[in-house]
Protein backbone atom coordinates (compact mmCIF):
# COMPACT_ATOMS: atom_id res chain seq x y z
CA UNK A 1 0.00 0.00 0.00
CA UNK A 2 1.23 2.96 -0.69
CA UNK A 3 2.10 5.90 1.66
CA UNK A 4 -0.11 8.83 1.34
CA UNK A 5 0.90 12.20 2.37
CA UNK A 6 -1.43 14.99 1.30
CA UNK A 7 -1.59 18.91 1.21
CA UNK A 8 -5.58 19.54 0.64
CA UNK A 9 -6.23 21.09 4.15
CA UNK A 10 -9.82 21.95 3.04
CA UNK A 11 -10.78 18.33 2.99
CA UNK A 12 -12.65 16.68 5.47
CA UNK A 13 -10.58 13.31 5.66
CA UNK A 14 -7.23 15.49 6.23
CA UNK A 15 -5.26 15.12 9.29
CA UNK A 16 -2.35 16.75 9.79
CA UNK A 17 -1.60 15.82 5.88
CA UNK A 18 -2.50 12.51 6.29
CA UNK A 19 -5.52 11.10 4.88
CA UNK A 20 -7.94 8.90 7.23
CA UNK A 21 -9.59 6.93 4.68
CA UNK A 22 -8.11 3.76 4.48
CA UNK A 23 -9.14 3.95 0.25
CA UNK A 24 -9.49 6.59 -1.71
CA UNK A 25 -9.99 6.84 -5.93
CA UNK A 26 -7.69 9.24 -7.71
CA UNK A 27 -9.21 10.27 -10.92
CA UNK A 28 -8.31 10.88 -14.41
CA UNK A 29 -8.26 7.95 -16.80
CA UNK A 30 -7.41 10.40 -19.77
CA UNK A 31 -4.50 11.86 -17.90
CA UNK A 32 -1.20 12.41 -19.46
CA UNK A 33 0.08 15.11 -16.59
CA UNK A 34 -0.10 15.63 -12.81
CA UNK A 35 -2.60 18.07 -13.21
CA UNK A 36 -4.85 16.14 -14.96
CA UNK A 37 -5.19 14.07 -12.38
CA UNK A 38 -7.59 14.65 -8.96
CA UNK A 39 -8.54 13.26 -5.51
CA UNK A 40 -11.96 11.57 -6.19
CA UNK A 41 -12.18 11.08 -2.86
CA UNK A 42 -12.29 15.06 -2.23
CA UNK A 43 -15.11 16.32 0.20
CA UNK A 44 -14.93 19.79 0.94
CA UNK A 45 -14.32 20.88 4.68
CA UNK A 46 -17.38 22.90 5.33
CA UNK A 47 -17.34 25.88 8.11
CA UNK A 48 -15.92 24.43 11.12
CA UNK A 49 -17.36 20.87 10.82
CA UNK A 50 -14.76 18.41 11.32
CA UNK A 51 -14.79 15.29 10.70
CA UNK A 52 -15.62 13.63 13.68
CA UNK A 53 -13.77 10.69 12.35
CA UNK A 54 -12.49 8.94 15.84
CA UNK A 55 -8.77 7.71 15.65
CA UNK A 56 -5.85 8.94 14.17
CA UNK A 57 -4.90 8.50 9.99
CA UNK A 58 -2.32 6.07 8.77
CA UNK A 59 -0.10 7.32 6.72
CA UNK A 60 -0.97 4.45 4.26
CA UNK A 61 -3.95 3.78 2.13
CA UNK A 62 -5.25 1.44 -0.84
CA UNK A 63 -5.46 3.73 -3.72
CA UNK A 64 -7.93 2.74 -6.68
CA UNK A 65 -6.51 4.80 -9.88
CA UNK A 66 -8.05 5.59 -12.93
CA UNK A 67 -4.96 7.28 -14.29
CA UNK A 68 -3.87 4.45 -16.52
CA UNK A 69 -0.98 6.13 -18.30
CA UNK A 70 0.80 6.56 -14.88
CA UNK A 71 4.14 4.28 -14.85
CA UNK A 72 2.38 3.39 -10.91
CA UNK A 73 -0.78 2.23 -12.07
CA UNK A 74 -1.24 -1.27 -12.57
CA UNK A 75 -4.78 -2.59 -13.30
CA UNK A 76 -6.07 0.44 -11.99
CA UNK A 77 -4.69 0.21 -8.27
CA UNK A 78 -1.42 2.56 -7.68
CA UNK A 79 2.22 0.50 -6.82
CA UNK A 80 3.95 3.56 -6.36
CA UNK A 81 6.27 3.26 -2.91
CA UNK A 82 4.83 7.10 -1.58
CA UNK A 83 2.54 9.61 -3.09
CA UNK A 84 1.93 12.97 -2.41
CA UNK A 85 -1.80 14.49 -2.97
CA UNK A 86 -1.68 18.81 -3.75
CA UNK A 87 -4.15 21.25 -4.12
CA UNK A 88 -3.97 23.52 -0.98
CA UNK A 89 -7.02 25.68 -1.02
CA UNK A 90 -9.25 23.05 -2.74
CA UNK A 91 -12.93 23.70 -3.02
CA UNK A 92 -13.79 20.71 -5.44
CA UNK A 93 -12.05 17.92 -6.20
CA UNK A 94 -10.89 18.94 -10.03
CA UNK A 95 -8.60 21.68 -7.82
CA UNK A 96 -6.99 18.64 -6.45
CA UNK A 97 -4.11 16.48 -8.13
CA UNK A 98 -1.79 13.25 -7.79
CA UNK A 99 1.74 15.18 -7.67
CA UNK A 100 3.76 11.51 -8.24
CA UNK A 101 1.86 10.89 -11.27
CA UNK A 102 4.61 10.10 -13.79
CA UNK A 103 3.52 9.25 -17.47
CA UNK A 104 5.01 6.15 -18.80
CA UNK A 105 7.49 7.03 -21.60
CA UNK A 106 6.28 5.82 -24.97
S1 LIG B 1 1.21 7.79 -8.61
FE1 LIG B 1 0.17 7.32 -10.55
S2 LIG B 1 -0.94 5.37 -10.16
FE2 LIG B 1 -0.41 6.29 -8.17
S3 LIG B 1 -2.25 7.51 -7.59
FE3 LIG B 1 -0.77 8.91 -8.61
S4 LIG B 1 -1.45 8.91 -10.75
FE4 LIG B 1 -2.36 7.10 -9.81
Same mark, same amino acid.
Not at 24 to 37: D, M, P
Not at 76 to 101: M, P, R
Given at each position: ??????T????????? *????? &?? @????????????? #??? &?? *?????? &?????? #??????????????? &?????????????? @???EG?????????E?A? *??????
Amino acid at each position: MPELKCTVQTCVHNQQ *FLCNL &DK @IEVGGNKAKRSEE #TCC &DS *FQERKG &DSYSNV #TGTASPTSMIDCKAT &DCQYNESCKCHAGK @ISVEGSNACHCQETECAT *FCAVCE
